[in-house]
């Protein structure tokens, strides 16, 4: 009985050598990319991650407002000052220079210059008058408190203190400068000089 078992292990380990080995199988960490050039998968070393691929798509630019462009705006050249002379020599007259309304000789000229130089701070512009000084186109006519020539000098010259006009003979202002804003103010209240800026008679 013991002959028997013992001749039966030897079988089974004879039997167990001549069994062929199986192959070992290949690491988990191995991954295939392609072929070599034999045909066959050339393995690659390293971690194989089993995720899922998936496209990825562009991030879309954000695209600015479109905004119209603006429309260019014809420009003109600006007016000049000085009026340009015509073919005969006179100036161009424009509505920024109007012709004189009248023009005066050179004494009731420089009268104007010189009215408006002292007087029409108080008296107002062509002697029209303020809220503070009476109009002389109004004080010098026939029936005004300022009649006569004899009276606008003695004024003008003494001056009205206690209305706060002051002496202009004291302040130095001549007696010839004195007559000259007569005349021109005398023709303003008589209706042959109009209200604006006057020119020269040659």
């Known amino acids: ?14 039997l167990a050598g001549c069994r062929p080995k199986a192959e070992p ?4 960490s191995t991954k295939t990319i392609g072929r070599d050039s034999a045909g066959t ?4 070393p390293g971690p194989v991650v089993d995720t899922p ?6 991030t879309p630019r954000p695209t600015p407002a479109s905004t119209p462009k603006p429309k260019p705006v014809a420009t003109t050249p600006p007016a000049t000052m000085t009026p340009a002379p015509s073919a005969e020599g006179a100036p161009v007259r424009d509505q920024w220079h109007p012709a004189p309304r009248d023009t005066l000789d050179g004494d009731t000229y420089q009268g104007w210059k010189q ?10 512009e062509y002697a029209v008058g303020t809220t503070f ?6 004080s010098l006519k026939e029936n005004g408190t300022i009649p006569t020539k004899e009276a606008f000098v003695t004024v003008v010259c003494a001056g009205r203190l206690d209305k706060g006009m002051p002496s202009w003979c004291a302040l130095g202002l001549e007696m010839s400068k004195i007559e000259q804003i007569y005349s021109y103010v005398k023709g ?8 604006g800026r006057p020119g020269l008679r040659e």
């Open 188 to 195: 303003r209240a008589d209706g042959h000089i109009a209200a």
């Open 133 to 138: 000084a009476p109009a002389l186109v109004v």
């Open 41 to 44: 998968a050339a393995p690659v």
């Open 1 to 14: 009985m013991r002959a028997s078992i013992t001749t039966a292990a030897v079988a089974l380990t004879i």
């Open 53 to 58: 691929l998936t496209a990825s798509k562009p």
């Open 115 to 124: 009215f408006e130089l002292n007087c029409s701070r108080c008296h107002g």
């Open 25 to 28: 199988a290949p690491p988990a």
